[in-house]
C-alpha cells in the first residue's frame, strides 16, 4: 500500500465528536498553529527574582520623558510601580489619623498588639504603618518592632483592631505607646475572587417567596490604569481616582517603597496646606462655618470639597473632616462650609495648627468602576461613577463622565470648556469600556455604545451599536488589528463596525468548562505576533484562573491550553508580553523554551491528538507499520525528544470494537497506545497498530525543544472485519 499522508485542518475543533473530526485536531495543550501547522509555544521567564503580595489583577506599561519604562502592577492587596525588576509600593494612603493617645495594648506572652482608634474604618488583613512610639519599649516590645508596617490580623470593633509584632511581650499595658502616636492606613484591601453573598431578601413584604434569600457577589479587586502623558492615573474599580507623578517621584531602595499614588482630587500631591490662626468663625445658633484661607493658587469654587485636620471642635461644631464649600467670597479669601451641628457661640477658634486639604476640582469622581483616557484630545473618563453635584457621591452604575480636555482635574461642566458626562440607558451597569479605532467602545450588561467626539457643546456622543449581548467580564474585552473581541456569557463576539457573534470551534467545551461563578476573573489579552487573542478562565470547582482559548484572528481557527495566569498585557514596549503568575511575580512570555518562572527550569508539556480515522468509513479495521515523522525543531537548545503516539480506542467509546489480535502493548477493553520517539535524525518509525479508529499524538516534555509538526506519512492497509 502507498504512504498516506495525514492532512489535518488547522486549529482545535470540540463542537463535534472524534470521529466525525477525523479531519481534525482534537485536542492541545500549549499548542498553537502557524500557516496551519502545530507547533509548541514558546517558554516563559521571571523579570527578576523580586515577587509582589496579593494577586495581580492588572499590568499597565508607560514611559517618561526620560525614557524610563515602568509597569504598573494592581493586586488585590497593594498596588506596585515595578522600574528596573523591582517592586516598589505605592499603595495610596486611605487615612491617616491625628496624634493617638496611648493607643497600644500589649499582653504578657503574647506577640499580638491591639490599637486603639476610634473609627479607623479598616478591614481584615490591610496594611497600616504605625510610627511615633518614642524610643524604649512598649510592654516589653521595642518601639523599633511596632514603628512600621504592619499587616491587620483582628478586627475587634470600629476603635479597635490588632497587629502582630515579632517581639513577644514581658509584661501587660492597657494604654501605653505615648501621646504622639499615628497610625496611616493605606487603602483596604479587596477580595482576591469573586465571593458569592447570600442574605435575607430586601423585598417589601409579600413581594416575594416566604423565607427566600437574596443573592449576589462581591466583585473581586482589580485595577483600572491609564498614562496621561509620563504621569499614570489608576482606580480600583467601585473606588476613586488616583495619580503617580513620574516627575516627582522618590525611590526608597532600602523599603522597596517609593512616592505613593495621590487622590486625583488632591492639590499638591496630596500635601496639605497650614491655614493661619484660629481660620474658623461661627455665629450662634447656625451651622454655617465661614473659613480664612489666602494661601491657594486656584480659585475658590463652590462644590468643591475641602478636608481640614488638627481643627478640633469649635464652638460645639466638629471640624476634622471632609466638608463642601457652600459659598465663596474671593476678595476677603473666604468660603463658608455647614457644620454637622449648630454652634452654641459667636466667635473663632480651631488654633495654629489646621491645615486644609483641597480637592482640585469641584466635582472630581470620587467613585468609579472603569477609566479611560482617550486617544483624542486626552480627555479622562469614568465610567459607572457618581453624579455631578450629587452631594452623596452615590455611584450611578450607567453614568460616563469626562473632564476637561488635557486637564484631569477639572470636572466640572462649564461654558468655557468641554467637561460633560452622558447616561446610557440600555443595560443595569457598565461593564468595561476599550478604546477602538477613533471610537469608545462601551460595554454595559447587555449592551455596546460607540462613543465619538464631536466638539462643543455636546463635545462625546453615543450610539447603541449592539444589544442583547453579553461581557464576562471588566477584562474580557480586547483590541487587535483594527477589531475589538470580546468573551461573553456563552458566546464570543467580535466588532469591526457592527457587532457579531465569533464563530468558535471549541465553544461548548470552554462554557461547559468555565467555572460558571467565577466569570468576574475572566481577562483577555492580545499576542500580535502571532495574531493571536487570548483568554484566561477558570475551570470548574476552580477559584483561579487556570486555563486559556485563543482565537487566531488571522486564520480563524481556536485552540486551547492549562496556564495560571491572573493578568496579561502584550505592550509594545517591553520585547515580550507580560503575565502574571501565582508565584507572585512577572514573567515574559514567548522569552526562552522553558519554564522560567521559578527558581527551578522546568520543561514545558506540549501536546497535540488528532481525531480518529480509518480505512472504509470503519468497515475494515486498519494495520498501521509504519510512521514517516514530519517534524522540525528549529529554535531547540537540544536535538528535542518527542514522542509519536497512534491511540487504538477499545469498545469503551461507542462505535469502536475489541482488538483481536492485539496491537503492540496494548489491549482489548480500552486505548491502545505504542509510543515512539521522534528526533531531528528520525528518518522512519516501524509500528504494529490495528484497530477501527486510529487517532495520532505528538508530545514533548524535555527541557530545550522548539517544535513545529508538517505532515505525517502512515503505511496502512485494511486489515479484515473482525475484531
Known amino acids: 500500500m502507498p504512504l498516506s499522508k495525514l492532512e489535518f485542518n488547522p486549529g482545535l475543533n470540540r463542537e463535534i465528536t472524534k470521529y466525525t473530526n477525523e479531519a481534525g485536531w482534537h485536542d492541545g495543550d500549549k499548542v498553537r498553529f502557524r500557516k496551519g501547522y502545530a507547533e509548541k509555544i514558546g517558554g516563559w521567564r521571571k523579570i527578576s527574582d523580586e515577587t509582589f503580595t496579593g494577586v495581580c489583577r492588572s499590568i499597565f506599561q508607560w514611559v517618561d520623558l526620560d525614557s524610563n519604562v515602568y509597569t504598573g502592577v494592581g493586586t488585590n492587596v497593594k498596588f506596585y510601580a515595578e522600574f528596573a525588576g523591582v517592586y516598589y509600593d505605592i499603595t495610596p494612603i486611605r487615612l491617616t489619623s491625628g496624634n493617638l ?25 490591610s496594611y497600616v504603618t504605625i510610627s511615633g512610639v518614642p524610643s524604649g519599649n512598649v510592654g516589653g516590645i521595642p518601639h523599633t518592632d511596632i514603628n512600621k508596617e504592619h499587616v491587620i490580623t483582628e478586627i475587634v470593633s470600629t476603635s479597635k483592631y490588632t497587629v502582630a509584632v515579632a517581639t513577644t511581650a514581658t509584661s501587660t499595658v492597657s494604654a501605653g505607646g505615648g501621646g504622639s502616636v499615628v497610625a496611616t492606613y493605606q487603602l483596604n484591601v479587596g477580595p482576591s475572587l469573586v465571593i458569592p453573598t447570600q442574605g435575607w431578601s430586601s423585598l417589601s413584604w409579600n413581594a416575594g417567596g416566604f423565607n427566600q434569600g437574596a443573592g449576589g457577589a462581591e466583585d473581586l479587586r482589580t485595577w483600572n490604569q491609564a498614562n496621561f502623558g509620563e504621569d499614570l492615573i489608576v482606580g480600583p474599580r467601585g473606588g476613586e481616582l488616583y495619580y503617580w507623578d513620574t516627575g516627582s517621584v522618590t525611590f526608597d531602595d532600602a523599603n522597596k517603597t517609593a ?7 488632591n492639590v499638591n ?18 451651622p454655617t462655618v465661614t473659613v480664612t484661607d489666602a494661601t491657594l493658587s486656584r480659585v475658590y469654587e463652590s462644590g468643591q470639597h475641602v478636608t481640614f485636620a488638627n481643627a478640633g471642635t469649635v464652638n460645639n461644631i466638629n471640624l476634622d473632616g471632609r466638608f463642601k464649600i457652600q459659598t465663596v467670597d474671593s476678595a476677603a479669601n473666604t468660603f463658608t462650609i455647614t457644620g454637622g451641628t449648630n454652634a452654641n457661640s459667636t466667635g473663632t477658634g480651631g488654633g495654629g495648627s489646621v491645615t486644609a486639604q483641597y480637592e482640585v476640582s469641584a466635582e472630581v469622581p470620587v467613585v468609579q468602576d472603569m477609566l479611560l483616557v482617550s486617544d483624542a484630545s486626552r480627555f479622562v473618563f469614568c465610567f459607572g461613577c457618581n453624579a455631578f453635584g450629587d452631594d452623596t457621591e452615590t455611584k450611578n452604575p450607567m453614568l460616563i463622565r469626562w473632564s476637561d480636555q488635557e486637564d484631569m482635574f477639572d470636572w466640572r461642566p462649564r461654558s468655557t470648556n468641554q467637561a460633560g458626562d452622558l447616561q446610557l440607558s440600555q443595560g443595569t451597569k457598565i461593564m468595561t469600556a476599550i478604546q477602538s479605532r477613533q471610537e469608545i467602545l462601551v460595554f454595559t450588561d447587555s449592551s455596546v455604545y460607540s462613543l465619538q467626539y464631536v466638539g462643543a457643546p455636546i ?33 464570543f463576539y467580535k466588532y469591526d463596525g457592527t457587532v457579531q457573534p465569533l464563530r468558535c470551534d471549541v465553544r461548548k467545551y470552554i462554557f461547559d468548562d468555565l467555572e460558571q461563578g467565577q466569570y468576574g476573573q475572566v481577562f483577555a489579552g492580545t499576542l500580535e505576533e502571532y495574531h493571536e487573542v487570548w483568554w484566561f478562565y477558570c475551570s470548574e470547582e476552580r477559584v483561579a484562573p487556570n486555563k486559556y482559548v485563543v482565537y487566531n484572528y488571522l486564520e480563524d481557527i481556536w485552540y486551547y491550553g492549562t496556564l495560571d495566569r491572573s493578568a496579561w498585557l502584550d505592550s509594545t514596549i517591553n520585547d515580550f508580553p507580560l503575565a502574571a503568575t501565582e508565584s507572585y511575580n512577572l514573567v515574559e512570555h514567548e522569552n526562552g523554551l522553558d ?29 498501521v507499520d509504519r510512521i514517516i515523522p514530519d517534524i522540525q525543531f528549529l529554535g531547540s537548545a537540544s536535538d528535542g525528544d518527542i514522542s509519536t503516539t497512534l491511540s487504538i480506542l477499545g469498545a469503551s467509546e461507542s462505535g469502536a470494537a475489541n482488538n483481536d489480535p492485539l496491537s503492540e502493548g496494548g489491549n482489548s477493553d480500552g486505548p491502545v497506545v505504542t509510543t515512539n520517539s521522534v528526533d531531528q535524525y528520525t528518518k522512519q518509525l516501524d509500528v504494529r497498530v490495528r484497530g477501527r479508529q ?3 499524538k505528538v508530545e514533548s516534555n524535555t527541557l530545550g525543544v522548539k517544535w513545529q509538526l508538517g505532515t505525517l506519512r502512515l503505511n496502512m492497509r485494511p486489515d479484515g472485519r473482525r475484531g
Do not use: C
Not at 505613593?260 to 482630587?265: E, G, N, T
Open 269 to 286: 500631591n496630596g500635601a496639605a496646606v497650614s491655614l493661619a490662626s484660629n481660620p474658623f468663625a461661627t455665629v450662634n445658633t447656625s
Open 694 to 696: 486510529i487517532a495520532v
Open 259 to 265: 512616592t505613593r499614588l495621590q487622590a486625583v482630587k
Open 459 to 491: 463635545v462625546w456622543g453615543s450610539q447603541l451599536v449592539g444589544s442583547n449581548i453579553s461581557v464576562a467580564s471588566s477584562k474580557a474585552a480586547a483590541y487587535a488589528n483594527g477589531v475589538t473581541y470580546w468573551m461573553g456569557k456563552e458566546k
Open 595 to 623: 519554564n522560567n518562572q521559578d527558581a527551578n527550569t522546568t520543561p514545558i508539556t506540549a501536546f497535540i491528538t488528532s481525531g480518529q480515522f480509518g480505512i472504509e468509513s470503519g468497515n475494515s479495521f486498519t494495520f
Open 101 to 125: 493617645d496611648n493607643p497600644i495594648k500589649t499582653t504578657d506572652g503574647s506577640t499580638t498588639i491591639e490599637i486603639t482608634h476610634a473609627s479607623h474604618g479598616a478591614t481584615l488583613g
